[in-house]
């Protein structure tokens, strides 16, 4: 990314050592990174809202006690302390859950972003993701609304590997990022040989029929209809879209020229998340047949993560037959 | 300077402000006027040469609407060129109507929504005991901005890490945009609260500087808990037919009679009236 940080070679090839079993989830695996990646970087401090075991900052809080910030069950002051303790020149984690992230939105508007502090708030328990803890904790807005943060970048890593290296970037990054974890185990879907870079999408399998651009648990998914289309005799191309904000629209638009159509998939409301953010960087030079997987405007309820994925069109399946549906109108035109 | 004197030129240049922007809040720009005022030339001690200095003492302005007399206060220090002042609240200038840390380096924190700069300030105070810097951050409080519920997150926040090196001021002028707080959302018993939050709390009149300088004495000295100072003020103090007005509070448009009654009421010399109203004087 053009406005990163000076630290950028530090991101890449230092893989956190503790990171990267299956199974993990994201949010273990973002805790267990930040603790190897804080470990020579003294200005970086955490802030928790009383949930430290669900965000996976636990593991901070044993290896720093010194530079891990009980804030109580307070996010709103959390969120603007943060500000002020990186006005100091401390790099803060604010951690808690998705859903209390956009309790705090204004407080990361005001005192985070416009102040342009270097300040990364993670998320934990994004999405339907979230389970039986039903609609009240499952954010499905917080891609939108942050993304309407001038100057803020988002990301949404897609698997404990990715995560790992995702947290060392936004660690070298100068400047507020959102990023999003995740609570259920996550599979393995990216190879040892996976370079994360902020700013870009990478494609996962390449594919000539149609493109499926996905973020976070979602690009399990994709992987999953693009070998369900490849049965059905359809090459999908995947690309996981880990930053939403800035997004890639080089890639993206080279996607939309080399297959014609696009397939969005986000554990998120189809309005204002990864589906708008294609959208928009589409529509200006290579418009193209969409289609967008992504819960539909309502909110979810209780329920296993893969049972809502299911109920709420999320799955494999759902994404190849809106690739289906992309291809069919790709042909129309 | 004598210290009286500074703070009637802050009010004079916070109105003439308000003025020439054509919109600004005068009734919480003047009731805070003696705390600014010994806050910039007595309490901080900063140099504007070196205005990031990591060991400098923080001033944060949580009620950011009071923003005309932090400014005229910064250019009666030295810290703001005067004729920055005509650019207040106008677009392509630096003095925003409400403070931004963009190209004011001794403004800390942006604020305009309240409740947030008391956490901000807290999150410095917390910063700078966390790397050892002895420095001291002050905050500045509106009377109904504690009606945030996020200042009394930040008011146990800062009792619970023990941060004897925050000094919050209320600028107590009991008066709010719609009406008296007494009638909007009652405040009282406000000194038992601030105390069972576990803050140390101090009374002043919050126009007198020798209650000033003791206040913030014994703030500088207080171990182990925060310090707030609850200031009564009055709104629009300074000002015949601003004091104690609530229609003052809010963003107005000064009328030229209105802006010279203003000077006049603060001992304005005659010769220099013209000036503050056509812009030649800042």
């Known amino acids: 990314m053009a406005a990163s940080g000076n630290r950028n070679e530090a991101s890449a090839g230092g893989a956190p050592s503790l990171i990267g079993s299956s199974g993990d989830s994201l949010r273990e695996a973002f805790g267990k990174a930040l603790v190897d990646l804080a470990r020579n970087r003294p200005e970086v401090v955490v802030l928790d809202a009383d949930i430290a075991g669900g965000t996976g900052v636990h593991h901070f809080r044993k290896a720093y006690p010194e530079r891990f910030y009980q804030c109580g069950i307070a996010e709103q002051n959390m969120m603007a302390v943060a500000g002020g303790m990186a006005a100091t020149g401390l790099v803060p984690f604010v951690t808690t859950f998705a859903v209390f992230c956009l309790r705090a939105i204004e407080q990361a508007r005001l005192s985070i972003a416009y102040c342009r502090r270097n300040v990364k708030i993670v998320a934990s328990h994004p999405g339907l993701d979230v389970g039986p803890d039903g609609a009240s904790a499952q954010a499905l807005e917080d891609l939108a609304a942050f993304r309407a943060i001038p100057g803020m970048v988002v990301v949404s890593p897609a698997d404990p590997l990715e995560m790992a290296q995702a947290t060392a970037a936004i660690m070298n990054y100068r400047g507020p990022v959102y990023m999003r974890t995740g609570r259920s185990p996550a599979r393995r879907v990216l190879g040892d040989d996976y370079r994360f870079e902020l700013g870009r999408g990478r494609v996962l399998r390449d594919g000539s029929d149609v493109t499926l651009v996905a973020c976070g648990v979602e690009v399990a998914r994709a992987l999953d209809a693009a070998q369900l289309l490849d049965a059905q005799g359809i090459s999908a191309r995947v690309v996981n879209m880990a930053t939403i904000k800035p997004i890639d629209t080089e890639l993206l638009v080279r996607c939309a020229e080399e297959t014609g159509c696009i397939v969005t998939a986000e554990d998120h409301n189809i309005f204002g998340g990864l589906g708008s953010a294609v959208a928009e960087a589409l529509v200006q030079t290579s418009p193209c047949p969409m289609e967008f997987v992504g819960v539909q405007d309502v909110f979810g309820e209780s329920g296993e993560p893969d049972e809502l994925a299911e109920k709420y069109g999320l799955t494999g399946i759902f994404i190849a037959d809106a690739a289906q549906t992309a291809i069919k109108r790709k042909i129309a035109r | ?282």
């Open chain 2, 1 to 282: 300077m004598e210290l009286k004197t500074i703070a009637c030129r802050v009010r004079r240049s916070a109105l003439q402000m308000i003025y020439h922007a054509g919109s600004g809040h005068p009734g919480g720009s003047l009731s805070p006027a003696e705390i600014l005022t010994w806050l910039y030339a007595r309490e901080l001690g900063l140099d504007p040469a070196r205005i990031d200095a990591p060991d400098r003492n923080r001033f944060v302005l949580s009620k950011g609407h009071g923003c005309p007399a932090l400014y005229a206060v910064a250019r009666h220090v030295g810290l703001l060129d005067p004729g920055q002042l005509s650019g207040f609240r106008k677009i392509d200038r630096d003095l925003q109507g409400h403070p931004n840390i963009g190209t004011t380096p001794w403004v800390e924190t942006s604020t305009g929504s309240l409740g947030q700069g008391f956490s901000a300030a807290i999150g410095i105070a917390l910063g700078l005991r966390h790397q050892q810097i002895a420095a001291r951050t002050y905050v500045l409080l509106g009377d109904g901005e504690l009606q945030e519920g996020e200042i009394w997150e930040g008011a146990m926040f800062a009792a619970h890490y023990h941060l004897d090196n925050l000094c919050a001021i209320i600028d107590y002028n009991k008066m709010q945009s719609d009406d008296l707080n007494a009638n909007i959302m009652m405040l009282e018993p406000l000194r038992e609260k601030w105390s069972a939050f576990g803050w140390q709390v101090i009374e002043i009149d919050g126009h007198d500087f020798g209650q000033i300088e003791k206040a913030f004495g014994e703030a500088r000295e207080t171990r182990g808990k925060p310090t707030v100072i609850v200031a009564n003020t009055i709104k629009g103090q300074g000002i015949s037919y601003m004091a104690g007005n609530p229609l003052w509070h809010g963003s107005v448009k000064l009328k030229p009679e209105e802006l010279v009654r203003a000077l006049r009421d603060l001992q304005t010399p005659e010769i220099d009236i013209e000036g503050y109203v056509n812009g030649s004087i800042w």
